[in-house]
């Protein structure tokens, strides 16, 4: 049984399992390992754990892999008989983490 925890950064939250690699909206973090300590529910296999609002013991260690920009996102205006059209696109950043332990 893997353990999972959710947590709150940056004003959302977030479901974490051990050891997966994920991409989050970018927060302010060096590159290295961290802990995170807003965290709301720790679960494992049947057994949860629910903080009001956060748990006091419970941390999450991730490691910082990489700040970088995230997947094109594009859109289009267009009205017809008008010729007029507008492709407008942007990158968002995002901070690439892997969690190490849930505790």
């Known amino acids: 049984m893997s353990k999972t925890a959710v947590i709150e950064l940056n004003g959302r939250q977030f479901s974490l399992v051990e050891g997966q690699s ?3 909206p970018k927060f302010i973090a ?6 995170l ?3 709301l529910s720790v679960s494992e296999g049947d057994k949860v754990e629910f903080g009001k609002p956060y748990l006091d013991k419970a941390t999450v260690e ?6 970088e920009l995230g997947k094109k996102v594009v ?12 492709t407008r696109g942007k990158r968002n ?7 190490v332990s849930i505790k």
Do not use: C, F, P
Not at 30 to 35: S, T
Not at 62 to 67: G, R, T
Not at 93 to 99: A, E, G, P, R, S
């Open 75 to 86: 859109s289009r205006v267009y009205k017809a008989k008008s010729r007029y059209r507008r």
């Open 37 to 39: 300590d807003k965290v």
């Open 30 to 35: 060096e590159v290295g390992k961290m802990k």
């Open 22 to 24: 994920y991409r989050l």
């Open 62 to 67: 991730v490691e910082v892999l990489a700040q």
């Open 93 to 99: 950043n995002v901070t690439l983490i892997k969690v």
